[in-house]
């Protein structure tokens, strides 16, 4: 609602649309620079993935690989990354959540995982 009932400034708004968008920008920017780890086993795996979800390394403790169980260590890979993935989301909620809120409640932007 306008107060007093009047129209909005469209150069206003799309003054603050503008900065909206670059405000996402650079938070997603800072996103795919910002790395978390997750691990797996008591930390006989770690994953690091970038904020936006790229795996960017994988380190796994000798301990971890009997050539008799693989079948456990490509779990405890895969529990690591979902690990670190999960941990990319949560900053990602953290980071973008408040920008996506301003351009409409969050939900439904594509290209956002909210």
Known sequence: MIPGGGQPNMQQLLQQAQKMQQDLQRAQEELART????????????????????????????KAADPEDTETLADLIVAAVQAANENAQALQQQKLGPLAQGLGGGTGIPGLPF
């Not at 008591?42 to 000798?62: C, F, M, Q, S």
């Open 35 to 62: 790395e978390v780890d997750g691990q797996a086993g008591g930390g006989l795996v770690k994953a690091t993935v970038t904020g936006a979800g790229e795996l960017r390394a994988l380190k796994i403790d000798p």
